[in-house]
């Protein structure tokens, strides 16, 4: 509202100037032409005077030479007659010494005691001696006033005119200015893509201050690649075919805003808590229809961010912000839907503060390495552990790794950090082998390590020093890892196969090409994902898979791991399946190599 009152003022204001200008204009119009009216008046002033003096002065002449009555035919305008210096007619009311001044005079006309007279030379009838005649001049306040009063209705036509003009121009510049601004207004409030609301009418949106709400934050997922593979105009066409669905989709009460390039914001106002999650699903599964854009269909999916107001803020930044922060969690988790939650806020907010000190936490060795248990259940011991990175924040305490492994990856010391962390594992693997107990480990890598040139020769010295066994360090890859560049994965893995350092695929079936890889890449271990086996005592289908995935890797010759065994009844259904090698918080979490150390001549359950 406040936006349409300051145009609605410039409005007004603009016509008040223009009427003003053009009033100015016309009032400087007319002092011209008054001014320049003055001087041709009297100019024909002078004009009908000499025009007059000129045709009575050779009767003036005649009158002067007769002796009879030369007195009587005399106009009164006459004051004197000289011939030369002789003095021949004088007015009886001009005294003498008005007569010597004014013909002493050179000039025509002269002012004297606020008369003007006229001083004129002319010839007698009689001889070649020259008369000077001086007048009285008349009073000419007639003409004056005639011309006067013409030029007073010429100025008052020409004002009126000038203000007509300005009304009628003002408002058709007004009317210009008003359709210039709402399509401003319009550019300012209106995705010209996808003809939706944008970023500033959602800011502008006073809804969120009214009863209970739902802010929907929505980003399509791949979509990057789609514009890659296909060109930006067939990503605009669908960003708008996309914009379509979404306001098809949502009842009238609510608002689709296109936030910025593939996400998209929906305002639901009126909407109880226990309702929001279902809709979000609902519209999670509506989008993942078919898209049809001209003869060709695409199956877009999303991640959808959900946040309530108030309760998760009174104004539109802080709702988007929240709402954006549980929409990276669902897209990382590929969960679809998050609502968001204080500790959403508290991830976000030290994230922030962390990736300013990742360098002096790795230049004060704050990292640390803590080890989690693989589990052979058939033979009941220890297999091998997998070292999980620990941030010891002198502030924040014992950090997991997904508050900062992300800033890491994101920041210009991963290849610092793989190289610190892989020291401190080969370091312990050392220890052990000195304690007797050959206990495999395996670390993490980044695709940005696979990328790094010298890091084989780094892994090369770095075996070389410390003279253990290859074989008892393993590096762990996750899929989207290995999708970097399958060619440079196959290098690399074969590097590490003849140093004899074992290779294993994390996080498996969760990738689009798993498969692949295992036909692609030389692997030693496949590491099944827990989403496998959280269901696997209750649905049949994640059994099933779980059990080709063994025959799989059995037949290729290749070990595989089953993350995330939180029961024995887990554990008991891997075991019929044949699957023997399993990790999770059944048999233990993440601990301090002490710990290890003391367990390592049986299979407890370790403790944090």
């Known amino acids: 509202m406040a936006n349409i009152v300051e145009i609605q003022h410039n409005k007004a204001s603009l016509r008040k100037r223009l009427l003003m200008g053009s009033i100015g204009l016309s009032t400087l119009l007319i002092g ?21 003096f000129n ?20 106009p009164d305008s006459v004051v004197a007659v000289f011939n030369n210096t002789t003095l021949l007619f004088q007015r009886a009311d001009i005294d003498s010494s008005t007569v010597s001044q004014l013909n002493s005079t050179p000039d025509k006309f002269r002012e004297i005691n606020n008369q003007r007279y006229y001083r004129q030379y002319f010839p007698s009838s009689e001889n070649n001696d020259p008369l000077t005649i001086i007048w009285r001049t008349k009073d ?35 009317k210009r200015f008003e359709t210039a601004n709402d399509k401003l207004a319009q550019l300012a409030l209106e995705d010209p893509l996808t003809k939706l609301a944008n970023r500033n009418a959602l800011l502008a949106n006073t809804v969120f201050n009214e009863g209970n ?10 979509f990057r690649e789609i514009n890659n593979a296909l060109g930006h105009s067939m990503g605009d066409r669908m960003l708008f075919a996309f914009a379509q669905r979404l306001s098809g989709l949502v009842e009238e009460t609510a608002t689709v805003y296109h936030y910025r390039s593939d996400e998209f914001i929906i305002c639901l106002p009126d909407v109880a808590s226990d309702e929001i999650l279902n809709r979000a699903f609902t519209l999670l599964y509506q989008c993942r229809e078919p898209l049809f854009i001209g003869n060709s269909a695409f199956e877009i999916s999303c991640s959808i961010g959900a946040a309530r107001y108030p309760d998760h803020g009174h104004h539109p930044e802080m709702l988007i912000r929240n709402a954006e922060n549980a929409m990276h969690r669902a897209k990382r988790l590929r969960l679809g839907v ?80 793989t190289r610190y962390t892989l020291e401190l594992a080969v370091k312990q693997i050392k220890a052990w082998s000195a304690l007797g107990y050959e206990l495999p480990v395996s670390v993490n890598l980044s695709a940005y390590n696979l990328l790094d040139s010298a890091f084989i020769p780094f892994v090369r010295e ?7 066994k290859p074989e008892l360090l393993e590096f762990e890859l996750t899929e989207s890892a290995t999708m970097v560049d399958i060619a440079v994965s196959r290098r690399v893995l074969a590097n590490f196969r ?18 692949a890889y295992l036909r692609e890449l030389d692997i030693n271990t496949v590491k099944l994902d827990q989403s496998f086996i959280a269901g696997i005592t209750h649905e049949p289908r994640d059994a099933k898979i779980v059990e080709g ?15 995330g065994v939180e029961s024995q009844e887990q554990a008991d259904v891997l075991e019929q399946l044949h699957c023997y090698i399993v990790q999770g918080y059944f048999y233990g979490r993440p601990v301090p190599a002490s710990e290890i150390t003391i367990n390592l001549n049986g299979h407890e359950r370790l403790t944090q």
């Open 498 to 515: 003849e140093m004899g350092i074992k290779t294993s695929i994390d996080d498996f079936g969760t990738g689009m090409s798993s498969f």
């Open 140 to 174: 000419q306040t007639v003409v004056s006033s005639e011309i006067i009063n013409t030029l007073s209705i010429a100025a008052f036509i020409t004002f009126w005119i000038a203000v007509w003009i300005a009304l009628l121009m003002s408002a058709f510049i007004a």
């Open 549 to 563: 995935i063994v025959s799989l890797c059995r037949n290729l010759n290749i070990e595989i791991v089953a993350e």
């Open 462 to 468: 770095l075996l070389d020093k410390s003279n253990i």
């Open 55 to 74: 045709q009575q002065g050779p009767l003036i002449a005649k009158a002067i030479t007769l002796e009879t009555e030369p007195q009587t035919i005399i």
């Open 213 to 222: 709400g739902a802010l929907f934050f929505i980003d399509l997922d791949r």
């Open 32 to 52: 011209i032409i008054t001014y320049l009216g003055h001087g041709i008046l009297m100019d024909l002033e002078r004009d009908f005077e000499t025009e007059y």
């Open 338 to 417: 998050q609502i968001y939650n204080d500790r959403l806020a508290y991830n976000s907010t030290i994230k922030v503060t962390l990736r300013g000190q990742l360098r002096s936490a790795l230049t004060n060795n704050e990292f640390v390495l803590y080890y989690q248990p693989k589990v052979d259940i058939r033979q009941k011991r220890l297999a091998g552990v997998e070292a999980i990175v620990r941030w010891n924040h002198p502030d924040e305490g014992l950090l997991q790794p997904g508050l900062f492994i992300d800033l890491v990856e994101q920041s210009g010391i991963i290849h610092a950090f």
